[in-house]
């Protein structure tokens, strides 16, 4: 078993605990914005090529999603996708690879700033600078909210968990 599925089980209680004291509510607002920035922005990824470069790089083993890098996901962070009902893997698809790639590209909704940042010299080529900025727009709005929501989930868990 791999050593984020270990946080899993105690973020799946966290949920259940959130909904027991009625803070689910209170982010479902900031959770649907997110969504709609998320949709968006992998939408402009789709369009203009980079999902299936990153998707083939896979595919080769040549993915910029190295092993370990699963690690700089917070609870937070893998808290929201439990919440968008992510189901993370036990064990990597790929040897050497972050635990959440898979053959369709990143498994998980909402991505560590990393990964969400990152673009290789093989996708700049192919972005004309103009839908660059789009996705650079939406990259910028999914960090904000994310960043917002993962501030209140610290806050929730501050009040219930120290």
């Known amino acids: ?7 899993i089980e ?3 209680k966290r949920i259940k605990m ?3 004291k009625g803070e689910l509510p209170k982010i479902e607002l900031l959770l649907n914005e997110l969504k709609e920035i998320i949709i968006q922005e ?3 990824r789709k369009l203009c090529g980079m999902t299936s470069i990153c998707v083939q790089c896979g595919i080769e083993g040549k993915s910029c999603c190295g092993s370990n890098i699963e690690f700089k996901y917070s609870d937070e ?6 919440l968008y009902g992510v189901e993370i893997p036990e064990e990597p698809k790929f040897s050497d690879m972050c ?4 053959d369709s590209g990143c498994l998980l909704f909402a991505r560590d700033a990393f990964c969400i940042n990152f673009i290789c010299d093989k996708i700049k080529d192919k972005l004309s600078p103009e839908k660059l900025k789009k996705l650079r ?3 910028g709005l999914h960090l904000k909210l994310q960043f917002q929501l993962e501030q ?3 806050r929730f868990s501050d009040v219930y968990y120290l």
Do not use: A, S, V
């Open 10 to 12: 105690p973020l799946k």
């Open 77 to 82: 962070l893998l808290l929201i996708n439990l």
């Open 42 to 44: 992998n939408m402009e």
């Open 152 to 154: 209140r989930l610290k």
């Open 99 to 102: 635990l959440f790639l898979t």
């Open 1 to 7: 078993m791999h050593l984020i599925t270990e946080k």
């Open 18 to 20: 959130l909904e027991k």
């Open 137 to 139: 727009e939406l990259e």
